[in-house]
């Protein structure tokens, strides 16, 4: 029976003793009075009916009345607890003798295309402790000592509540063996020491694909508070404690990784501690997801741009080690590699990490290992752009296809004053649109951005309208956090964003519209979006949205619950021999530009069309791009690949894009780099 019934039964009983009293009481007084018994009727005799009997008679009265009136409204409420609200009250009690304690679910793995486990979990040996570890001062020493670690941080993580007041804290993970057989047999040392079988996430390919991956940690108080707070369908409402997904895959999804908590009911004292255990409802591990990522290009990719950065600084960039690689399936718009570099592993955050390696993960010395360059790195575009100049040129009528261009290496459109060179000082000769993008030349781009400068005020915008029609300057939309959308230079954008000059320095300028042209000055892009506008111009103009999630499994681990279908981005409209006259440029670029780039690609079964670039800074070696598709006659695959500070295009990011086609057809580069000497 629960405690408020015992205490209202109580106060019942009391009440009817004093009821009793009070009757008998006034029983008693009847022995004062006596009766005549003649033949009259019987008179009471012993005082007037205001005597001082008469008043205690009537106040003895009263209290019982008053005492039987107090027994009804019990009774009545012993009735309401007892029948109506049995349930509440034994529920009130119960509440106060038992504890819930969450049992944590295992994350879902995630996989490539193939199958092959890129995160998986594996079992690990924890020690815990219960609360009252902390009274004893001796068994908490020997238990840091036994762990190896100071003594403060011991009683810290005994201390730490965050897993559930019931629960048992935490100390160590991934404890050895030999200290996990050492607390079974001195178990009498170490009352409220438990040794308990956890899961930890693991990464049986190491650093492959770490930046999509992403990673774990636990969740954060605004992490937290955000959960609690959430409606949205499906959501997770974390408790302290929960290991969560930070960054990549594993915290775009989330929601489909993490598990549905267990619950393990729990009898405690009055104090608090656990006298027996009742219920359990097991957790349910998260989902696994299949990624649209093939393990062997991403590995290919990953070696192609560490390849890369090598060549660059051999080369004599010391300063090269960053850059990125992007692979597409140009019908799907599938992700089949993303590699950034440097990179992390992974399996550095399991467990928590500690302050120096994150300060090492997150510093601008280190190149910043933890950002994902391919979604989040923003760069000059430079001469990969020179395509969509093209276009904007021959839809606004600046130029046409048999438009001429004589190109000596030194360009005056707007006077000797404001000249610039060519890529090749020596000059190219007579160029054609179509000769200019194979070539790269920048004179036939200077006088397209001279010609917007000076046409009808409708058509001034039309290489920016151009660009953000091929996308740029917006985000893609891959299922990735912190993409970056790039930036495509208006005059409006300069005269905002370069408030503190004069008015003269923050007007647009044809010089302005001569560097965007060529990719250089305040354009910026991501690796992603080239390689987007890269499958656009092998597609003909129809760019499908990049996304990396295949498919979601059942939590039975028995077939598909859910699977992604490609999604149109945009459809960037062009005429048919617009198209014609790019895709011939861009397959020249590759087998007419430069001899000793050429032979790195004419020993591949397929026919391949890109094209090179060189964003450039002052006082530092250029920005390398290389973006191409193949086959060239019917594409599949698309690669964008930049390289921070390696130099020209064709000598830096050429052997990334080489080594990621060499893994996609198993056709490795056999040519070497020691000829190597293309100059774009």
Sequence with gaps: MSAPLIIALIIIVALIVIALAVWFISRSGAGRFTFDIGGQTPRAAGGEDTSAESGTKSRLFGLAAFSAGVFALLTGKLWSMMLVSSDKYTSMAESNRTRSISLPATRGRILDRNGEELVTNRPSLAVAAESSVLDDEIELRLLSNLLGMPYIAAKRKVQDQSEGAQSARTVSIDVKRRIVAYLGEHADIFPGVTVE??????????????????????????????????????SVAYEMGDIVGQAGIEYQYENVLQGVRGEQRVFVDADGNITDYSTTVPPVSGSDIVLTIDSTIQAGAEAGLKHAIEESRAKGNKDCDAGAVVVLDATNGE??????????????????????????????????????????????????????????????????????????????????????????????????????????????????????????????????????????????????????????????????????????????????????????????????????????????????????????????????????????????????????????????????????????????????????????????????????????????????????????????????????????????????????????
Aim: aromatic share 10%.
């Design 335 to 680: 992700v089949l590699a993303l590699a950034s570099a440097p990179t992390f592993e992974p399996s550095v955050f399991v467990g928590g990490i500690s302050n120096d390696d994150w300060n090492a993960l997150s510093s601008e010395e280190s190149d910043n290992p933890l950002m994902n360059r391919a979604v989040s790195g923003q760069y000059m575009s430079a001469s990969t752009i020179k395509p969509l100049t093209a276009f904007a040129a021959l839809d606004y009528g600046i130029a046409t296809p048999d438009s001429g261009y004589d190109c000596t290496g030194f360009w005056t459109g707007f006077g000797e004053a404001s000249g610039q060179y060519c890529w090749d000082h020596d000059g190219h000769g007579y160029m054609t649109l179509q000769t200019g993008i194979t070539f790269s030349c920048d004179v036939v781009f200077y006088e397209i951005g001279k010609g917007f400068w000076y046409a009808d005020e409708d058509k001034k915008l039309g290489m920016q309208d151009t660009f953000e029609k091929w996308g740029l300057g917006s985000a893609t939309g891959i299922d990735l956090p912190s993409e970056a959308s790039g930036r495509v230079p208006t005059p409006d954008w300069k005269w905002n964003y370069f408030s503190d000059y004069s008015d003269e320095d923050r007007s647009w300028k044809g010089g302005d519209n001569t560097n965007i042209a060529i990719g250089q000055g305040d354009i910026l892009v991501t690796p992603m979006q080239m390689c987007c506008v890269y499958a656009g111009i092998a597609n003909r103009g129809t760019i499908w949205r990049p996304h990396l999630l295949k498919s979601i499994q059942a939590r039975s681990g028995d077939g598909t619950i859910s699977e992604t279908q490609g999604q149109e981005l945009l459809t960037a409209e062009e005429d048919a021999s617009y198209f014609d006259l790019v895709h011939t440029a861009l397959e020249g670029v590759i087998y007419e530009e430069d001899a000793s780039t050429t032979a790195h690609f004419t020993n591949l079964s397929v026919r391949v069309a890109g094209k090179t670039g060189s964003g450039e800074r002052p006082g530092e070696p250029a920005t390398g791009w290389f973006c191409v598709y193949a086959p060239a006659d019917n594409p599949k695959y698309v690669i964008a690949a930049v390289i921070e500070q390696g130099g020209f295009g064709a000598t830096s990011a050429m052997y990334a894009v080489r080594d990621t086609l060499g893994a996609i057809y198993n056709e490795p580069d056999t040519q070497s780099s020691s000829n190597d000497t293309a100059t774009e």
């Design 197 to 234: 079988e956890r899961t930890q996430r693991s990464y049986p390919q190491g650093s492959l694909a770490a930046h999509l991956l992403g990673y774990t940690g636990s969740v954060t108080q605004e992490q937290h508070d955000a959960s609690q707070e959430s409606n949205d369908e499906g």
